[in-house]
C-alpha cells in the first residue's frame, strides 16, 4: 500500500506562504526530513509497512474534507490520534476564532511530536517536526508570543494534562517521516518499556525551555 507521508504535504506548502515567528519552544533544528519533503507516494517496506497510521490519515481527510463533525469526534478521543492531527485540529480551531484552545492544541502536539522524534533513532525525524512547528505555528505563534503569561498558562495546562494520558496512537508515525523509511525495513526506534520514560523526559526539558524563553523575554520587554 502507498502512503503519502503523514504531513499533508500540500496542505502545508499552502500554509507556508509567510515566513513563521520564532517558538519559545521550539529548538532550532537544521536537520533534514526526506520522506517528508517527497513529492510524490512512498511506500514503506519490512517493518515501517505495519505502523499502523490509518486511524488518523483519515481523521486528517475528513477534517481536509470539510466533514463537520470531525473535530468534535477527536476531541472525544484525542488520545487515539497522532500529533500531526492535533497539528491541523489547531489550525481549524484558530481560523474559527477558538485562539486559546487552538493554543493548547498546538503546544500539545508540537510536545507529543518531540518526544515522539526523541524515540526515533533516526535524527532526521527531528527535521518533520520543525516542519509542522513552522506551517501550523505561523498564527497561533505570533498569539501566543503577544501575552507571555497566557503562554506560560496554557503550556502549563498542556504539560500537566499530558502527564496524565496514555497515549493510544502509534509513536511511530514519526519514522515514516525520516530518511530510514526510504533505504530500510528495521524501524530504528526505542523499546516500548523506554516510551514514558522518554515522554517524562520530554516534559521536563520543554518545561525548561519554554520557562528560560519566557523569562529571555520578559527581560527584552520595557516597563
Not at 474534507?65 to 481549524?92: C, E, H, Q, R, W
Amino acid at each position: 500500500m502507498k502512503l503519502y507521508p503523514l504531513l499533508l504535504c500540500t496542505l502545508l506548502a499552502a500554509c507556508a506562504s509567510e515566513p513563521p515567528a520564532k517558538d519559545p519552544s521550539e529548538q532550532a533544528s537544521t536537520t533534514p526530513a526526506p520522506a517528508a519533503e517527497q513529492a510524490g507516494p512512498i511506500e514503506p517496506k519490512g517493518e515501517f509497512a505495519l505502523i499502523d497510521i490509518r486511524r488518523s490519515q483519515q481523521a486528517m481527510d475528513a477534517i481536509t474534507d470539510g466533514k463537520p463533525d470531525t473535530i468534535n469526534d477527536i476531541l472525544k478521543s484525542p488520545n487515539d490520534f497522532a500529533p500531526p492531527v492535533l497539528y491541523l485540529m489547531s489550525a481549524i480551531m484558530f481560523d474559527n476564532n477558538y485562539q486559546d484552545q487552538a493554543t493548547f492544541w498546538y503546544y500539545a502536539a508540537q510536545l507529543r511530536a518531540r518526544s515522539d522524534a526523541n524515540k526515533s533513532g533516526d535524527e532526521t525525524t527531528h527535521g518533520a517536526v520543525t516542519k509542522l512547528n513552522q506551517r501550523f505555528g505561523q498564527r497561533i505563534g505570533p498569539y501566543s508570543l503577544s501575552n507571555p503569561d497566557r503562554l506560560q498558562a496554557i503550556v502549563g495546562q498542556v504539560l500537566e494534562w499530558d502527564s496524565q494520558q496514555s497515549r493510544n496512537y502509534d509513536p511511530r508515525w514519526v519514522a515514516l517521516q525520516g530518511r530510514d523509511v526510504l533505504t530500510e525495513t528495521e524501524v530504528n526506534f526505542a523499546p516500548q518499556e523506554k516510551w514514558q520514560e522518554i515522554d517524562a523526559l520530554t516534559r521536563s526539558q520543554y518545561r525548561q525551555g519554554l520557562e528560560q524563553a519566557l523569562a529571555e523575554m520578559r527581560t527584552r520587554t520595557p516597563e
